[in-house]
């Protein structure tokens, strides 16, 4: 495993160790730390540490991941009430606000992060920013029908929008729809910029996570900073 690897592995553990209680329902996020923590819970299960933990994917990959690893799966029909959600970000502020998105999968990671009573973040310090936008564009999720509406409206307020492509084709999301990264210079008032997102004909989410996440695992060198507010006790703990 790369040295980043086991940081991203890092903060997974400690989420899980500080987190999750036997008999949750979980959202399971997407991305290389989330399926880093997946290995993790599924040892969790196998060994007994955890049980009766039942998992609600964000994305197909995850969702064949935890088949492939074992871990119960649930959707939302089923467990539209989650205990806790645990996921990986592109860029995390300093009052926890994030940019996600850039694995495709923010629509679904949205849902699932707000079904859940408490969401957190995992992620190596390399995440951390000052400023959102700083390193990574946001990506924000249209429908193909409205796409060349939305990118002229999104031109109009300011962003620069370009379509994200796999293989010369434009990227279509679980969803089916298509993902617009998008930059800019002035991020200085991210709630209003989130608001003018969410009004555009033709877009479904966009990957700013603001006031969502609770806390965030962030790995770094000497062991994994643990930002936001702790866990709340588990029923019957001694304080
Ligand atoms: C998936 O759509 C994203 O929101 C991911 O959570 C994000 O890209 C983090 O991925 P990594 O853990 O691979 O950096």
């Known amino acids: 495993m790369s040295g980043a690897d086991a940081e991203k592995r890092l903060a997974g553990e400690a989420a899980l160790d500080r987190e999750v209680r036997t008999g949750m329902r ?7 730390t989330a399926a880093l923590m997946l290995e993790a819970l599924a040892e969790r299960l196998a ?8 998992g609600v994917p964000t994305s197909e990959a995850t969702a064949e991941r935890c088949r492939q690893l074992g871990i119960p799966l649930a959707t939302l029909a089923e467990l ?8 990986g970000a592109d860029e995390i502020d ?3 606000g994030l940019i996600k998105g850039l694995g495709g999968a923010h629509l679904r990671e949205k849902v699932v992060a707000c079904a859940a009573a408490r969401f957190v973040v995992i992620a190596d310090a390399g995440k951390l920013v000052r400023r959102l936008g700083d390193h990574a564009p946001l990506p924000v999720e249209v429908i193909p029908f409205a796409r060349p509406v939305s990118t002229r409206l999104l031109a109009g307020l300011g962003w620069e929008p370009e379509l994200r492509l796999r293989g010369g084709a434009p990227y279509v999301t679980d969803e089916g729809n298509h993902l ?4 800019r210079d002035d991020w200085s008032h991210p709630e209003r910029l989130a608001a003018e997102l969410q009004a555009v ?4 989410e966009h990957g700013l996570f603001l006031d969502i ?5 962030v790995a770094e060198t000497g062991g994994v900073l643990m930002l936001g507010d702790a866990a709340p006790a588990s029923p019957g703990a001694v304080p």
């Open 26 to 32: 979980l959202g399971l996020g997407t991305g290389s």
């Open 47 to 54: 060994d007994g540490r955890l049980r009766d933990v039942t």
């Open 80 to 87: 539209p009430e989650l205990d806790l959600a645990i996921d």
């Open 94 to 96: 300093p009052s926890l």
């Open 180 to 183: 617009l990264d998008c930059r």
């Open 201 to 204: 004909p033709g877009v479904v």
């Open 213 to 217: 996440a609770r806390a965030a695992y």
